[in-house]
């Protein structure tokens, strides 16, 4: 299969600039490596939250390093537990022309429970806490608004963005913070349930712009699409920023909406993309052509105590054949591998947990070459804070 130019570039920076919600395809360097830390991160902040304060990383992590992934954008108090959050949305139909935004896709999408990578935060009042409760409006694909929260003591944080799914892969590249703060600020609104009107924190994390949308992926947005992120119109050479104003928004919830049950989804992703080799890598050159399907499925249920837990699962067999990045054309014999993904998330009147081990194994193993990467996270009660990853190349 010949690729243009264009679209290898495209390609080039899946696994680097879009693994932000691809539950198979988070990347790291070779090499194992083991963090299990109380510690907080640098940059905490303090803001007003209810009747008091709330000291928090106003960022998310993938462990607890202490680098940002994704900007806290949403700060909610009063009945704020996550699991209320996710009923208040659970509630609410698709249509927002009330509040001003058309009856069409992606503006009228509902709230389900979210398939996506386990993320983490911290907050002064209650420590490290994992993603334990995912929500996304809309679909896994093309575009969703995607939100995760995490409990802090008496308040919730969250970090909400909206995003597309890269074509053929499990892969979503964030193309906007502001409309996704927006479209929850509507919807919290819609719900009834505020005892005040919303309120900004000020600023507390980067401005006015986080992180970056690659200009072969920017290019292929349409005109609409561009105008709904507040980015710059027609063509650009150059990636463009995911724009924020530093600040989130604040919610005092008064009421609660009627206890969600739970839900089911499975589906298929055909993966079909050239990407460099994520590990075990040879050199800059060294790329693949990775085809094959994924199946992902997650079941979220409710015990009679409003207890949540959740379970997911990916899994494929996939085909992987070495090409030159600059024709596609192939330089090798195809082989397979095997990719698995499982998460546990619970969350009930004691606090969440999160707990989840991604795989990707190289095959055969015993072929000189051959890798194999395992990446694991916990985060409970009682401080439970683990990240590891073992990266091992015959």
Request: aromatic fraction near 6%.
């Amino acid at each position: 299969m010949r690729r243009s130019p264009a679209a290898l570039l495209l390609l080039s920076l899946l696994m680097t600039a879009c693994s932000e919600d691809g539950p198979l395809s988070p990347s790291w360097p070779g090499g194992p490596s083991l963090s299990s830390s109380a510690t907080p991160p640098d940059g905490l902040v303090t803001i007003g939250a209810g009747a008091g304060s709330l000291a928090l990383w106003p960022y998310t992590g993938t462990d607890f390093s202490g680098t940002p992934q994704d900007p806290i954008n949403l700060v909610f108090t009063g009945r704020a537990d996550p699991r209320a959050i996710r009923s208040a949305l659970f509630s609410l139909s698709g249509d927002r022309t009330a509040v001003g935004l058309p009856n069409v896709p992606p503006f009228n999408c509902t709230w389900r429970d979210a398939i996506g990578d386990l993320q983490t935060a911290y907050t002064g009042a209650g420590g490290w806490a994992g993603s334990a409760i995912q929500l996304a409006c809309g679909e896994f694909g093309p575009v969703r608004f995607h939100l995760r929260l995490f409990e802090g003591g008496s308040a919730t944080v969250g970090g909400a963005h909206f995003e597309l799914l890269i074509p053929g892969t499990t892969d979503h590249q964030v193309l906007s913070w502001e409309l996704a703060e927006r479209l929850v600020t509507a919807d919290m609104v819609r719900s009834g349930l505020l005892a005040a009107a919303p309120a900004s924190t000020g600023a507390i994390n980067a401005a006015p712009g986080f992180r970056q949308i690659p200009d072969v992926i920017y290019n292929l947005l349409p005109d609409e699409l561009k105008a709904a992120i507040g980015g710059p119109a027609g063509t650009v050479a150059a990636p463009v920023d995911i724009a924020t104003d530093g600040m989130a928004t604040r919610f005092d919830l008064g009421g609660t909406a009627p206890a969600a049950g739970g839900t089911d989804q499975h589906f298929v992703i055909d993966f079909d993309q050239v990407i460099p080799r994520p590990f075990c890598s040879s050199g800059p050159a060294d790329y693949l052509l990775v085809r094959g399907p994924v199946e992902l499925s997650k079941q979220v249920r409710v015990n009679p105590a409003g207890g949540l837990t959740s379970e997911f699962n990916a899994s494929g067999r996939l085909q992987l054949t070495p090409v030159n990045p600059a024709t596609g054309a192939p330089v090798g014999e195809p082989y397979e591998a095997e990719v698995k993904d499982h998460q546990i998330t619970r969350f009930d009147d004691d606090g969440g947990q999160v707990d989840g081990q991604a795989m990707q194994m190289e095959l055969p193993q015993d072929v000189a070459g051959r890798g194999k990467k395992v990446v694991r996270l916990k985060v409970g009660p009682g401080g439970v804070t683990l990240f590891d990853q073992d990266v091992t190349c015959k």
